[in-house]
């Protein structure tokens, strides 16, 4: 069984201080002509009028806050305006060695793709690099312009033209959001603490997701599973959650579930 500290929410962060202040190798040419620049920063207007259309308060869906035996963490939000339709996709991961990438997907109207933005951390010895890749698409859905930035340390690169940027897609997102493949839930166990007890539910597989969902409440379905925990172990189930802001930091709560044939 996955311990506690595997399981738990982890607050993920963009920020970090590194060692050295080496200026990151680079590709792509350090110049941007005015035409790329006024390109770039037309597009990034739409992007910032797409994300204020997006009713943060009152609309967003979220996955489960997964992790692996490896540590490795998976999160994703669907933003939407005040009519409900999605036009900001994004997903947070971070792998064993705790790097941090960001992937963002925006939709203009009729639910076409705009743009993607993606944001990774790399660690080369002690220089830590946030590589910055801008793809923006077409209305025939194929990549118009891309453009990258790279910063480490106290170096902020600029933006530059790129024709080696990582073409994204949201199949993983949707299958985090529809629990399935390396999402699918299953209960895992109940992992008791001093003060809280959480349910554990996900994959049992090696490179399956587990997430762990905090008890508050003593419902039917919570006394029956602390009863039968070991028969259920293994079992398919659907739960629904609700996801908790406090300043910073987010948790999330075990509202109801019930059990898959």
């Given amino acids: 069984m996955k311990t506690l500290r595997n399981l ?17 190798e680079t590709e792509e040419e350090n110049i941007i002509e005015d035409k790329d620049f006024t390109y770039l920063h037309g597009k990034l207007n739409e992007v910032d009028a797409i994300d204020q259309m997006m ?25 939407c305006d005040k009519n409900g339709d999605v036009h900001r996709i ?21 639910g076409q793709l705009f743009a993607t933005i993606s944001e990774r951390q790399v660690q080369s010895d002690t220089t830590l690099t946030l590589i910055e890749e801008l793809n923006f698409y077409d209305n025939n859905g194929k990549i118009e312009r ?36 390396e999402f699918e839930l299953t209960f895992q166990g109940i992992i008791k603490t001093d003060n809280l007890d959480y349910l554990i539910v996900g994959s049992s597989g090696k490179d399956g997701y587990t997430s762990a969902l905090q008890i508050e409440a003593n419902t039917p379905f919570i006394k029956d599973v602390y ?8 079992k398919k189930i659907e739960v629904n959650f609700e996801r908790k802001v406090m300043g910073n930091f987010s948790y999330q709560v075990f509202v109801a579930a019930k059990w898959k044939e």
């Fill in 55 to 79: 009713d943060t308060s009152n609309c967003a869906q979220y996955s489960l806050d997964y992790a692996t035996q490896q540590n490795e963490r998976y999160f994703a939000t669907l933003f």
């Fill in 8 to 24: 738990l929410v982890l607050t993920l962060s963009f920020s970090a201080v590194v060692g050295c202040k080496n200026t990151p």
């Fill in 146 to 181: 891309s453009f990258k930035k790279e910063s480490a340390g106290d170096f902020e690169g600029d933006y530059v033209p790129s024709k080696n940027n990582a073409v994204l897609t949201k199949d993983r997102v949707i299958r985090a959001m529809n629990h399935e493949g």
């Fill in 90 to 110: 994004e997903e947070l991961t971070s792998n064993k060695e705790m790097l941090i990438t960001r992937n963002r997907f925006y939709y203009g109207k009729g």
């Fill in 227 to 234: 009863l039968k925990e070991l028969q259920y172990y293994g």
